[in-house]
């Protein structure tokens, strides 16, 4: 017995075959040489890192204000989202009984993150709403303006889900197209985002807007402007850029492009219509792509797939692509055919 032991025992140290666990043999891979830790150059990239910033700036601001934090601008909107959706997007079954005292809590907490956040953009750069004011007591008060538009946005919100409930055979009810569908998150935050846009808030929006875009796959410019009752089926791949005007009960698919017509001349275009107008009732199809800030689709207009415009168009007419033809014919009277490309 002491024999096999030790046999063991030397195979375990040589690495060799097998070694003994629980009274079996298993099959063992050869130990690994023990290595020294060779030490990493920090100091030689460290100095490349700081002539890095020092050349190409992108780095928040040192010794002065920081920039609003992206992570707690995130919380803040999910935060709003429970708010304007109470129980949607929460962990936890809230109570009818605890519904006043939790949103109570919830908004206190919000108001203080976002007022936060809000002096930091303030102090950065230059609101038109808060320019003669103390940056901290502009942040609150455009806080509390925004929060006291939360009732008037749900109004509108509620639109938007009967507009998609309406025109969504496949939804099965209302609550499923709030907790389900990309597009109400897409559009709650646009529209929570476009609140603080309009009263000139700096940053804030566009990281609301970018972050929802992230998750819906839905990229909204917080400056479009868009009526109610306003729904886009799928949701992925739409793009309304900044200067957009969307009316009343338009209903858009996935894949839509509202854009400009050209961004050569880069910044000289701040401030100008650069995207298109959509007059009330107006239906585009998926992967259409209308252009230029002097193009208005007329009311009651719908617009095939795959429409590529760059014109205005008059109220209630029909957009399509007239000159692509799809053929179709039996697979027999294919095969049957010479074929002259492959796949």
């Given at each position: ?243 957009t005007v969307i009316g009343n009960r338009v209903k858009l ?91």
């Amino acid at each position: 017995m002491r024999r096999k032991a030790a046999k063991h025992t030397n195979e375990r140290a040589s690495g060799k075959g097998y070694f003994l666990r629980r009274d079996r043999f298993s099959p063992r891979t050869p130990p690994c040489p023990i290595l020294f830790r060779v030490p990493f150059p920090i100091t030689e990239i460290t100095d490349a890192l700081l002539g890095s910033y020092s050349r190409h700036g992108g780095i928040n601001h040192l010794d002065g204000a920081n920039l609003p934090s992206k992570g707690a601008v995130v919380e803040i909107s999910g935060a709003l989202l429970r708010l304007v959706f109470p129980g949607f997007f929460d962990g936890q079954v809230i109570h009818s009984s605890e519904l006043k005292a939790e949103t109570a809590l919830l908004l206190d907490t919000v108001a203080g993150n976002l007022e936060d956040e809000m002096y930091k953009a303030l102090r950065c750069f230059e609101c038109p709403e808060a320019s003669k004011r103390d940056p901290r007591r502009a942040a609150h008060d455009l806080t509390v303006e925004f929060l006291r538009e939360l009732p008037a946005i749900r109004e509108i919100l509620a639109t938007d889900v009967e507009a998609a409930f309406n025109g969504d055979p496949a939804a099965a009810n209302r609550e499923e197209i709030i907790v389900a569908y990309p597009f109400v998150e897409a559009i709650t935050i646009h529209r929570m985002a476009h609140d603080l846009h309009r009263r000139g808030v700096p940053f804030l929006p566009r990281i609301m807007a970018e972050w929802s875009h992230s998750r819906t796959g839905m990229d909204i410019h917080p400056g479009a402007r868009i009526g109610s009752h306003f729904f886009v089926d799928h949701c992925t791949g739409t793009v309304i850029g900044e200067t957009t005007v969307i009316g009343n009960r338009v209903k858009l698919y996935q894949g839509v492009g509202l854009v400009a017509r050209s961004l050569a001349a880069g910044q000289a275009l701040r401030g100008l219509k650069r995207h298109p107008t959509l007059e009330d009732r107006v239906t585009i199809y998926a992967n259409a792509t209308i252009v230029g800030g002097d193009t208005v689709i007329g009311a009651g207009t719908t617009v095939g797939a795959n429409v590529f415009l760059m014109h205005s168009v008059p109220a209630d007419s029909l957009v399509l692509m007239d000159d692509l033809r799809v053929s179709v014919t039996t697979k027999r009277d294919r095969a049957a055919a010479a074929i002259d490309w492959q796949i």
